[in-house]
């Protein structure tokens, strides 16, 4: 079976470095999302891809964050320079376009330990 | 803006007993439902989804919910847990039509004891 592909698993940073994640969405699939779970809370959107170009990204701290999908397939979110309110589970979750039906398939995720 | 209410953050329920999560969505037209399943250090996985049509919907692992629109709730349901239950359970809206985002609840962390 087709699985979103995530890496690495997990990371752990020391504040103000760089970090980076990346994603492979389930083949097909044109719509892609990076969604942060903080401890405790459940999933936020911080950007949404509609093939190569942002539909929503009205979360992702610009400032620091920075996410792009260039040729429509797979896809980086980066973080530079990282903080302590950062760590968290980043997930990546793709999605078919032939039904409206905002099922999201989602990867195991990279969970971020900044220090 | 679309939002989620899952009022009960952590639930224990004894192996066998019924099993009720409640999750109440503030929308203006019929939303798109879902609910997702985390197990620890995992990613999400669909449990299951309302569109249209019939208000009760089977999902896996035996689950059910129940769209009430007069009360904007879609609980999840299930006869009789299982320990492998043991997880937190998230409800989701998404606006239908064209490229909305999902949205999701703060999750219930559902203990199941033998």
């Known amino acids: 079976e087709a699985e979103v592909a995530q890496s690495p698993r997990y990371k752990i940073t020391e504040k103000s470095q760089a970090v980076a994640f990346w994603c492979d969405p389930i083949s097909g699939h044109a719509t892609l999302y990076w969604y942060r779970q903080i401890l405790g809370q459940g999933p936020e959107l911080l950007v949404q891809f509609q093939d190569e170009s942002v539909v929503d990204d009205s979360q992702l701290p610009k400032d620091r964050f920075s996410a792009e999908r260039l040729k429509g397939v797979d896809s980086t979110l980066k973080i530079q320079p990282a903080e302590l309110g950062d760590s968290a589970m980043y997930l990546c979750a793709s999605s078919s376009d032939r039904e409206d039906t905002g099922e999201l398939f989602f990867g195991e995720g990279s969970r971020l330990t900044v220090l | 803006a679309q939002s989620v209410t899952q009022p009960d953050i952590h639930i224990t329920v004894s192996e066998g007993a019924s099993l009720e999560l409640r999750c109440n969505y503030s929308y203006g037209a019929t939303p798109y439902l879902f609910w997702y399943v985390q197990s620890p250090g995992q990613g999400l996985q669909l449990l299951l989804k309302y569109f249209s049509g019939d208000t009760l919907v089977q999902g896996i692992k035996g689950f059910e919910a129940e769209f009430k629109r007069s009360q904007s709730s879609f609980n999840l349901r299930k006869p009789s847990v299982q320990w492998s239950d043991t997880a937190e359970y998230f409800c989701?809206?998404?606006?239908?039509?064209?490229?909305?985002?999902?949205?999701f609840g703060i999750g219930t962390k559902l203990q199941v004891i033998p």
């Open positions: 989701a809206v998404k606006d239908s039509g064209g490229y909305q985002k999902v949205t």
